[in-house]
Nanobody
Framework: QVQLVESGGGLVQAGGSLRLSCVASGRTFSRYVMGWFRQAPGKEREFVAAISRSIETTYYADSVKGRFTVSRDNAKSTVYLQMISLKPEDTAVYYC???????????????????WGQGTQVTVSS
């Protein structure tokens, strides 16, 4: 079992930046592929970014490529999402997710992840 807790969300103006954090507890963090997803009001959850277990290969949705950076610190059991040049359409609840199956890559679908955090709200004002 893995517990995930996100933080770092908030209100920011368009063009601003935020860094989200997700701390994991329960099992060896480095064994898990980590992903970030988001869900805006009235919309389906969508993939944002993923990072592999220890090689630190990353994968991004086209909508955030070049603006968001996912990273991880296995010693701190933490995955980060650095977001710059934020746009109002980035407004959503952001979730981190973990999956212990490293046999496939990239993992960009919610069903590929076993564990989820509670989410953190990001609001970008125009």
């Amino acid at each position: 079992q893995v517990q995930l807790v996100e933080s770092g969300g908030g209100l920011v103006q368009a063009g601003g930046s935020l860094r989200l954090s997700c701390v994991a507890s329960g099992r060896t963090f480095s064994r898990y592929v980590m992903g970030w997803f988001r869900q805006a009001p009235g919309k389906e959850r969508e993939f944002v970014a993923a990072i592999s277990r220890s090689i630190e290969t990353t994968y991004y949705a086209d909508s955030v490529k070049g603006r968001f950076t996912v990273s991880r610190d296995n010693a701190k059991s933490t995955v980060y999402l650095q977001m710059i040049s934020l746009k109002p359409e980035d407004t959503a609840v952001y979730y981190c997710a973990a999956d212990g199956d490293g046999s496939s890559w990239p993992k960009r679908h919610g069903y590929e992840y076993d564990y989820w955090g509670q989410g953190t709200q990001v609001t970008v004002s125009s």
